[in-house]
């Protein structure tokens, strides 16, 4: 088996009740049959206490229920889980265990990466300055399933993937231009796979037009996704308030002008989501919708970046960064629903 990861990937270590913003707070989180069967004999108080807040989900499966805070049931006062102090690791449910590493198998292949919704991975990926390399390690062991993609697919694939970020990462160049000559590699492998010369373009996604109308259809998917939390909504109505018909292009280029703006931020954000997305298409065939969708959430979160920094009259720190990256993938990346949506607007709209 051979895993692939970002080599800022082994930096990562849960700061667990230091983090200001816990991964057992404000989402659902399920548990695995694996896991349901252990809580069924976990003794003591603990599961006890467990047992009676975990409920059954509409498609069959278990959860664990959260308070009217939207708290974990399991979270006590200092941010620590109970289940993890009196029955260890080994005791979680796999979607704590693995969170915030996520991944996509194919063939021998994992790819893993961090998700920006975590606050110490946040840290760690906007400390960096260098561009970020991708690095493999061979485990002993192999898959028991290809999942249905032959050699000659996975290798086509992992050669967009590579040579998408190789241009994304190409820093002789401005990024808009980076982005123009990404969209079109990623055109040409979609019309290879599709043995076909049909050109997607999505106005609408052009990184260096700054209209109001083309932002106002970006802000219009957002707000119509589903809403995990109120902090999302609150930074919606600061954007609708911020970036107006009349201001949008003038605030946008006086952010984008400041000392505060970071182009390589933009260039890791850009590289993030294309590791994240692109080797999805392995299953769709779909590149372009994953390219642009790359760089439609690289564009919401440069919109909450100006928001934020006319918020702050006219600053916006690395903090500012990693807290608006965490909003964004909390709330979009982690809802299935949330990332169709976008999918289905830049197939249809």
């Not at 349901?36 to 003591?44: A, N, R, S, V």
Request: hydrophobic share 35%; with cysteine.
């Amino acid at each position: 088996m051979i895993v692939r990861v970002p080599d800022y990937f082994s930096e990562f270590s849960c700061i667990a009740g230091d983090c200001k913003d816990s991964c057992c707070l404000g989402w659902e989180i399920d548990i695995d049959e694996d896991s349901y069967e252990y809580y069924q004999t976990l003794p003591g108080e603990v599961g006890e206490r467990l047992r009676k807040g975990m409920y059954e989900t509409e498609d069959g499966g278990h959860g664990i229920r959260t308070n009217n805070c939207g708290r974990c049931i399991m979270l006590n006062d200092k941010n620590l889980c109970d289940l993890y102090i009196a029955a260890g690791e080994a005791s979680l449910s796999e979607v704590c265990t693995d969170f915030p590493r996520f991944g996509i198998e194919y063939r021998n292949v994992e790819q893993k990466c961090l998700s920006l919704a975590c606050e110490e991975v946040c840290r760690i990926f906007f400390s960096k300055t260098k561009p970020v390399k991708f690095v493999e390690q061979e485990l002993f062991g192999d898959s028991d399933d290809d999942q249905g993609v032959t050699e000659e697919e996975a290798a086509f694939f992992e050669e967009v993937q590579r040579e998408l970020i190789a241009i994304l990462q190409d820093r002789t160049k401005p990024i808009g231009v980076r982005v123009d000559e990404y969209l079109d590699r990623a055109n040409e492998y979609q019309n290879k796979l599709s043995q076909n010369d049909v050109e997607k373009h999505i106005d609408w996604l052009s990184f260096n037009d700054f209209s109001f109308e083309h932002f106002d259809i970006r802000f219009g998917i957002i707000n119509e996704m589903e809403l995990l939390r109120q902090v999302w909504q609150d930074f919606k109505d600061d954007m609708q308030t911020v970036l107006t018909e009349d201001d949008y292009e003038k605030r946008m280029k006086e952010y984008m002008a400041s000392g505060d703006y970071r182009e390589n931020d933009i260039e890791q954000l850009l590289v993030y989501f294309t590791f994240r997305y692109i080797m999805n298409a392995i299953y769709d065939s779909n590149i372009m919708v994953y390219a642009y969708l790359s760089v439609m959430f690289t564009m919401i979160v440069r919109d909450m970046n100006a928001t934020r920094f006319y918020k702050n009259g006219g600053s916006f720190t690395i903090e500012d960064q990693m807290e608006v990256a965490r909003i964004f993938s909390k709330e979009v990346e982690h809802s299935e629903e949330n990332v169709e949506a976008a999918k289905e607007e830049i197939i249809w709209g």
